[in-house]
């Protein structure tokens, strides 16, 4: 063979023999990532300090900041106040009667059972005099008047000393048990109210992004602080359609890294049943081919890579 050929055939070889080994692989790309924790303010509030800074590295349980309390704590007071009061009836009620208003109540009893008395006697005086034509119907009808009045006054006496000395019916003490329960739990939910005007770090992290500042005022559900949690980061990829039947969730896969030298290993942890882009329905099979699914990938020992850095997979 002329020797003016060779070169160019081996050229040709060797990109074929390239393209076949490119081939080979269907490549997944995506980013270092860390989950991300949002705190939001719990409550419309001002805020008073702010504790951390952008990139700081923090524990779990430090404070990042903290919101005005001063009318949360007013309601706690009052919440308080109602459960003192609560208790207070509920203790009236089961502890009974005292000795001395048993003695007033039998008291009124005897006195306005002795005008009862009285009053039933002269009554049948009066008839008699009546019948004997003595006095007029008018003094009779008085007489009779006084008579049931003070009668009914001596029922009613009897039945306010039958009240105290029987004690607190088993329902009003039920209702007040109840009333006690209701207040215990409004001061509760008062309380964590109050708490969570603190915003602590609920894991050890960085804090990402902090877009207010002191003397800010919030409404509720405002996103107050960004926290990247500082457990095992792991890659985040896109993977093409034709490698869902190559791999599947908890196989351990090689990861490459922009910057480090070897692979990292690492397992995957899940891949989206639903693709990241168009849906798959309003595309043809070529077209279905391209569609991405969002593959997370725990990865061993790279606590050190930071956040964002690429990825690439290669999937025989």
Known sequence: MNSRFTVPLLLLFTLALFGCQEA?????????????????????????????SEGEVVEKGDVLLQLEDRSVNALVAQREAEL??????????????RPEQLSAAL????????????????????????????????????????????KAKA???YD??????????????????????????????????????TIRAPVDGIIDTLPWHEGDRVVSGTQLVSLLSAALPYARVYLPAN????????????????????????RIRNIRSQPAYTPFYALNERDRARLMYLTDIELFEAD??????AVEVRIP
């Open 24 to 52: 080979e692989y269907t490549y997944a790309m995506g980013n270092i990532e860390r989950d991300r924790i949002s705190l939001s303010a719990p409550s419309s509030e001002q805020i008073v300090t702010v504790m951390v």
């Open 107 to 150: 008291a009124a009893l005897d006195a306005t059972q002795a005008a009862s008395t009285e009053a039933e006697l002269k009554y049948q005086r009066y008839s008699k005099l009546y019948q004997s034509n003595v006095i007029g119907k008018a003094d009779l009808d008085a007489t009779k008047a006084n008579r049931d009045s003070t």
């Open 243 to 266: 490698a869902l039947t190559k791999v599947k969730a908890g196989e351990t896969i090689e990861v490459f890294v922009d910057g480090v030298e070897d692979s990292l290993q690492g």
């Open 160 to 197: 306010q000393w039958l009240e105290l000395k029987n004690g607190a019916r088993e329902e009003d003490i039920q209702q007040a048990s109840a009333r006690v329960q209701g207040a215990q739990a409004a001061l509760l939910w008062q309380r964590k109210m109050l708490e969570d005007l």
């Open 84 to 97: 003192i009061q609560a208790k207070a009836a509920l203790s009236m009620l089961t502890a009974g009667t």
């Open 304 to 309: 050190a890579l930071p956040t964002g850095l």
């Open 155 to 157: 029922q009613q006496s």
